[in-house]
């Protein structure tokens, strides 16, 4: 029977953790790591007794920032390979072990658009695909930016495209801006009204 959830408080309550729901790791194996995520193989226990494989993909995670200055969004354009195609994202890159997520931010956006923000505020988390990988991605808003010079890492090749944001918004209808981090990133800034 369906839920209706009407406060935060109602959806942290159907966060709570359910018995009848978990499932228990019985065994699990790493027979890939990398540089950025590894391969686990899981065998799970389910609540009714039986059990089941688990595939899934232990990611260090990423953060990312939308940088809006004059009424547009900052976005880095970057051919990927796993597309076979450019893309136009919001500057962002994966965090280091122990790292800060905001430090990750700031360090991105510096790198890869010169651009530094004298703050830069929590505006949305995500995990991308939670039914088989743990990445966790965190957007921030900069807030003061100042423009230095791009630092990109090697290999790292980019471009800087300044979107209106009303543009964006809308190329985020069409299909146009498909990075998740970048979609719920300005969609997420747009609609708490922090633009």
Not at 27 to 33: C, G, I, V
Not at 92 to 102: I, L, N, Q, T, Y
Not at 134 to 156: K, N
């Amino acid at each position: 029977m369906p839920t209706n959830l009407d406060d935060v408080a109602s959806v942290r309550a159907a966060l709570a953790p359910d018995p009848a729901l978990a499932e228990r790791v019985t065994r699990s194996e790493r027979p890939w790591t990398g540089r950025i995520f590894s391969v686990e193989l899981a065998e799970v226990e389910l609540p009714d007794g039986s059990r089941a494989p688990r595939e899934l993909v232990r990611h260090h995670g990423g953060a990312g920032v939308v940088a809006v200055r004059d009424g547009r969004v900052c976005l880095v354009k970057q051919y990927r390979v796993a597309l076979g195609r450019a893309t136009l994202e919001i500057p962002a890159g994966k965090v280091d072990p122990g790292e800060d997520r905001a430090a990750t931010a700031a360090r991105e956006l510096a790198e890869e658009t010169g651009l530094v923000a004298e703050r830069l505020e929590p505006l949305v988390e995500s995990y991308g695909s939670p039914g088989f990988t743990d990445e966790h991605t965190s957007v921030y808003l900069a807030r003061g930016l100042s423009q230095g010079p791009a630092r990109p890492d090697d290999g790292e090749l980019v471009n800087t495209v300044w979107v209106e944001l009303g543009a964006a918004v809308e190329a985020i209808r069409l299909g146009l801006l498909d990075d998740a981090k970048t979609v719920m990133g300005i969609l997420a800034a747009r609609a708490f009204g922090m633009l």
